[in-house]
């Protein structure tokens, strides 16, 4: 039942983040629409996706810290999947960089329609951070 509790609890954390999440961008679509400035709408449709990612690995790093071992990084973890993803996930914002149209992919990522490469490329690399640190 303790199990049950816990995961319970933390589905409602996660489920109020989002919800919270949710309104804010809301508002700053809002702002959007009146100043045209989108930089904080896409600066915040990049971060959290990736706050979310960490919030979804945080239950189960919290049980590993309990058993209190030694912990390393596994860069080859971070390396082939993580630096990709976060390249993904931060496409949007470099798009506004002056670098960001001689970038591969970048351009590419901002012309769909659809934000979703880009947010599960966030959720990814932030359930990464916290999935390579091992015992």
Known sequence: ?????????????IGFVMYIGIRFQLNLEEKAETTYTLIPT?????LFPIILGLL????????????????????AKIIV???????????PLLYFTSFGNYLPLTLEMVMLESNTVT????????????????E
Request: net charge positive.
């Open 81 to 91: 999947i993580g630096i990709p993803s976060l390249y993904i996930a931060l496409t």
């Open 42 to 46: 896409t600066l915040f449709q990049v």
């Open 1 to 13: 039942m303790n199990q049950f509790l816990k995961y319970f609890i933390w589905t409602v954390i």
């Open 119 to 134: 947010t599960v490329a966030g959720l990814i690399f932030g359930y990464l951070l916290l999935d390579s640190l091992k």
């Open 56 to 75: 979804l690995r945080l239950p189960l790093l919290l049980d590993e810290i309990n058993k209190k071992k030694r912990w390393t990084v596994n860069w």
